[in-house]
């Protein structure tokens, strides 16, 4: 059976990760959650990324979790954006998360960036989620 929400389950997986005080999560590779974990990695919510290739050319993305002081980096990691409902924003009406302290993670015609680089670009896109 296949996966309805292959982003929201990555999401998942990392939040359930810092749960549990992994050190490293695994799951299946693609060019969108590959440029979601450049994201986290630039804005400092993950130490890095790499991928693996495996038998049968399958390609894992193993996603090294950060922790400061024995607590998780990531407090709150949620899926905005999904297959049923798309939520879609211009630079003028992006908002905001935590004032700032947050981020949002934005899908633009520029690529995946988070939402102060959008605004500094001066484009709008696809909201995937938010990280605090």
Partial sequence: MTMSDP???MLTRVRNGQQANKKIVECPH???????????????FIRGFEIEEREGNKKFLQIQLKY?????VIQQINRVSTP??????NVKTMPRFYNGLGILVVSTPQGVMADHKARAANVGGEIICQVF
């Fill in 7 to 9: 982003l929201g389950d």
């Fill in 30 to 44: 693609s060019k969108v959650r590959q440029n979601v974990c450049e994201v986290l990695k630039d804005e400092g």
């Fill in 68 to 72: 400061a002081e024995g607590q998780g």
């Fill in 84 to 89: 049923g409902r798309r939520v879609y924003t």
